[in-house]
């Protein structure tokens, strides 16, 4: 898109296009099943990441871990994280409605959620055990998109979910 004095000119980048046209046919025309966002105050959470005896910093994957240790900011990015972990669950409690989440309240399956990056740092949700298979069960085809945004001593997520709908059988 470029500015040309009060008009707007759009003209897509061929990478673009073919980008666009490699999409499902149906991709845009899912519904959105649920919304889920969470905020941390980074400094509390770096507080409870270093208190003796704390089994917080295993909510975390190794890859999850090994990530934020190369950040000028390791407690921002896993509190940002964390946040992205609490949003799904927010996200996919909405999506099945009156419906309970179908997992244990055990602390094992927050490290069964990982926020990866791709190349260019687009974070990007990958389940699994428990949580996958639930998910998969409840919510047969959905997808999940996540932002993952810090700023001052505050970091935030939010977490989509879409598809067809939720399946609670």
Known sequence: MSLRGNQVASSPQPSLARSLASLPRDWGRQGVCGVGMDTVKISDFAAQLQMPGSTFSQVFTAQEQQVASLRPAPAASLAARWAAKEALVKA?????????????????????????????????????????????????GAMCQVSLCHEDDFASAIVIVSGSGANPG
Do not use: N, Y
């Open 92 to 140: 996919w409690s909405q999506a099945l409605g009156p419906l309970p989440l179908p997992l244990p309240d055990s602390p094992a399956i927050w490290s069964q959620i990982e926020v990866v990056s791709d190349s260019v740092h687009r974070p990007r949700l990958v389940l699994s055990g428990e949580v996958l298979a639930a998910f998969s069960r409840t919510c047969p």
